[in-house]
Structure formats: C-alpha cells, structure tokens
C-alpha cells in the first residue's frame, strides 16, 4: 500500500499526517512504532489519521496515535495542523472536527495561525482518569491556591502537582526554573503511576507573572516534546484555578510560543 501523507509541525510538535481510506483498519501499534522510528521511518511525536466523518456539518474525523503506537483521545497541537492540512479542500475559516472525546473547533486565523476551541477543562479526577485520595474543590475552600492540588509519593519523592483532562490527562507541576526541572526522571515516574490507570502527561509549569509561563511536557508515549497544544491549555487552567494566572497567558515551549485564553469555570 502506498499512504501520501504530510509532515507537520506546531511549534516544534511534529506530526505525519495523513487521510486513512475507510475501508481499511486502522494500523497497529507495530506499523505505527516503524513508522514513528526518527532514523528508519518517518519520525514523529504522534500519527494524525484523517477520516471522513459521516456526519454533517463535521469537516472529518480524527484518530491520534502516539510514537509507541497507542491511539490517544485529543492532541492540540495536532488539532492545528488537521485544520491547515484540510485547508486546501476550501473547509473555510472554522472547521468542526469529530474525535475520540468529541467535536472540536478549529479556526484559521490570519498569517498563517490556528486556534482551537478545546472545550471546558475537567478538573474532576474520575475524568483523567486519575485515582485520587482526596479531592479538593475550589467552592469548598477559601484559598483557591490550595484547590485541587495534589501529591504523590515517586521514587524521587514527593510530587505536588494540579491534575486536569482536556479530553486527555494531564498533571501539572510547579517549579521554579523550568530549565532545570527533572522532566526526564518525574515525568516518566509519574505518567506510569498506578494512580494514573491510563497514563498521564506530565507538565513542568514556572510562573513568570500573571500572563507569562515556561512549559515543559513530558507526553505519554512520547516523551518530552517540544511544544503540547493541550499541555499548556492544561498548565493555563491549572494556573488559573490556582490564582495564579489570568485569563489570556502566552506559554513559552522549547518550540515556540503558544497563547492560551479561559475565562475560568464554567466556559
């Protein structure tokens, strides 16, 4: 079989991109280990197979898989990088996409730029899913910094982090210089914690101020990566329902610069 397909990239988040024909079954995790390999394959952070999506007014529905070959639920950055790739079938400005956690928005701005509508975030742990101990609420406490933090004890000790889905897992940790955060020893420690029964992202989050963060994702079955779309809208939320950020915050990554915007709970 021959696939054509595209390389794409969101802010150093790399992609092969490609329409997957209906008929066919989607590849197994070893076809999608091969081609994911950065030396005999293609090489990529994830695998973005495009459908059509069988329902009207959805431009096309998407399957995600990471390098290890596992099919994931949502990828922001990927979101982007669909939306760029259907651009040439005149989708328009705003595009509806169908997913494995749902439908989501995609807008072609000018210049070049995408942004994606990811939905409300859930910070209820059975979403993640994520094994909690305890659970504080933001409406049950008075101090909303204190809101939904958590920790677990790692073979590097103890980890306080913020735990969020955005259609997919996310845990976010604060530190204080990002440059020097263990991403490579916590992150992996953490994403295969048994209170995370389906693994987890991991976010390494230094707070500049109030509208300016530094981010560093270690993603399930991928690593650490240069850029998460979802990671830093994950980060952001975190921050937010913390206090500690605003509504609009730039998120600078090892690939770029991301801009997020959430009014808080409930939009």
């Avoid at 742990?125 to 909303?144: C, H, I, K, M, N």
Wanted: proline content about 5%.
């Amino acid at each position: 079989m021959e696939l054509a397909f595209a390389k794409m990239h969101g802010a150093g988040n790399d992609f092969m991109v490609a329409r997957w024909p209906e008929e066919m079954n989607l590849p197994d995790a070893d076809t999608v280990r091969r081609w994911a390999d950065r030396r005999s394959g293609v090489g990529f952070d994830q695998l973005l197979l495009v459908r059509a999506s069988g329902r009207a007014g959805l431009a096309a529905f998407y399957h995600i898989f990471n390098a290890d070959g596992a099919e994931v639920q949502q990828c922001g950055n990927g979101v982007r990088c669909i939306a760029r790739y259907l651009e040439p079938d005149g989708a328009g400005n705003t595009l509806l996409l169908g997913s494995r956690c749902g439908t989501v928005e995609a807008r072609l701005e000018t210049g070049g730029q995408v942004s994606v509508s990811l939905g409300e975030p859930d910070f209820a742990p059975a979403s993640l899913p994520f094994r909690a101990r305890r659970a504080t609420l933001a409406g049950e406490v008075a101090d909303a910094r204190n809101a939904a933090r958590y920790q677990l004890e790692v073979d590097a000790g103890t980890v306080e982090f913020g735990a969020v889905s955005l259609g997919n897992p996310h845990a976010v940790i604060p530190v204080e210089v990002v440059d020097t955060a263990p991403v490579g020893i916590i992150g992996p420690q953490l994403q295969s914690h048994p209170s995370f029964p389906e693994g987890v992202n991991v976010g390494f989050v230094e707070f500049r101020d109030a509208a300016n963060i530094r981010l560093r994702v270690f993603e399930r079955g991928a690593g650490e990566t240069a850029a998460c779309g979802t990671g830093a809208a994950a980060a952001a939320a975190v921050g937010r329902f913390w206090g500690e950020l605003g509504e609009t915050v730039r998120v600078e990554v090892a690939g770029g610069v991301l801009k997020t915007a959430w009014p808080g709970p409930g939009h």
